[in-house]
Nanobody, 124 residues
Framework: VQLQASGGGLVQAGDSLRLSCAASGNTFSRYDMGWFHQAPGKEREIVAFISRYGGRTYYADSVKGRFTVSRDSSKNTAYLHVSSLKPEDTAVYYC??????????????????WGQGTQVTVSS
């Protein structure tokens, strides 16, 4: 499986974006999906998670109520809808995949596959 992230851009505070993560191959449903972000000079941090069948989600406290993670297995794609954007949301956003199961999903080391990242820049 290879991951291709897209949808980032330069927006103003308060705007919304939909980030997409397209997976190649036909094993998408085997993978839990995570979204991370990394700001300059900072560590990569989890933003959101969705389990392989979509039954479990997780959000970092900083994005709860503003970001929504989803997936469409018919399109082999995971999404992160980001709204009410703030300048502090500025970062490169990465999607990642891990084989389903297990209780660990908040650390970057829990994931097996990574997309190339998409830049989100929020101006005030």
């Amino acid at each position: 499986v290879q991951l291709q992230a897209s949808g980032g851009g330069l927006v103003q505070a308060g705007d919304s974006l939909r980030l997409s993560c397209a997976a190649s191959g036909n094993t998408f449903s085997r993978y839990d999906m995570g979204w991370f972000h990394q700001a300059p000079g900072k560590e990569r941090e989890i933003v959101a998670f969705i389990s392989r069948y979509g039954g479990r989600t997780y959000y970092a406290d900083s994005v709860k109520g503003r970001f929504t993670v989803s997936r469409d297995s018919s399109k082999n794609t995971a999404y992160l809808h980001v709204s009410s954007l703030k300048p502090e949301d500025t970062a490169v956003y990465y999607c990642a995949a891990k084989l389903g199961g297990g209780s660990d999903y908040t650390r970057s080391g829990d994931y097996d596959l990574w997309g190339q990242g998409t830049q989100v820049t929020v101006s005030s």
